[in-house]
Nanobody, 129 residues
Framework: QVQLVESGGGLVQAGGSLRLSCAASGLSFSRYAMGWFRQTPGNEREFVAG????????YYAVSVKGRFTISRDNAKSSVYLQMNSLKPDDTAVYYC??????????????????????WGQGTQVTVSS
C-alpha cells in the first residue's frame, strides 16, 4: 500500500521559514517525479514545486520562485520543501504527490494534478501577518 505522509506544517509569522517533509512508502520512490501542491478553502489545488525522479530538475510556481526550494533524498524515500520568507498568502494545506515517471525522460516534471498517481493527506501551513 502506497503512503505519502507530510509533516512539518504549523503556524509561523510572516518572513519566517518552515521545512515540509514527505515520507513515501510502498513504492519505488526513485521512479517517481514528486510535487508539492497547496489548497485553500473554495479554491482548486495549485502546483507549488516539482522535482524530477533523479532530482536533477526542479520547477517552481512563479509565486514561490526564489523563496521555496524543493529537494529529495531517494535513499530515504523523502521529498522536502524549504519555505523561506513566508507570506500570509502562502497559508494553505500543502500536499505532496507522486507521479510515476519511469517511462518519461529523466527530467520530467508536471504541474497538472491529474498526472499525479498518489497523494498525501496534507499538512496545514498558516502564516500570520
Amino acid at each position: 500500500q502506497v503512503q505519502l505522509v507530510e509533516s512539518g506544517g504549523g503556524l509561523v509569522q510572516a518572513g519566517g521559514s518552515l521545512r515540509l517533509s514527505c515520507a513515501a512508502s510502498g513504492l519505488s520512490f526513485s521512479r517517481y517525479a514528486m510535487g508539492w501542491f497547496r489548497q485553500t478553502p473554495g479554491n482548486e489545488r495549485e502546483f507549488v514545486a516539482g522535482i524530477s525522479r533523479g532530482g536533477d530538475n526542479t520547477y517552481y510556481a512563479v509565486s514561490v520562485k526564489g523563496r521555496f526550494t524543493i529537494s529529495r533524498d531517494n535513499a530515504k524515500s523523502s521529498v522536502y520543501l524549504q519555505m523561506n520568507s513566508l507570506k500570509p498568502d502562502d497559508t494553505a494545506v500543502y500536499y505532496c504527490a507522486a507521479d510515476l515517471a519511469s517511462q518519461r525522460i529523466r527530467t520530467h516534471i508536471t504541474t497538472q494534478t491529474y498526472e499525479y498517481d498518489y497523494w498525501g493527506q496534507g499538512t496545514q501551513v498558516t502564516v500570520s501577518s
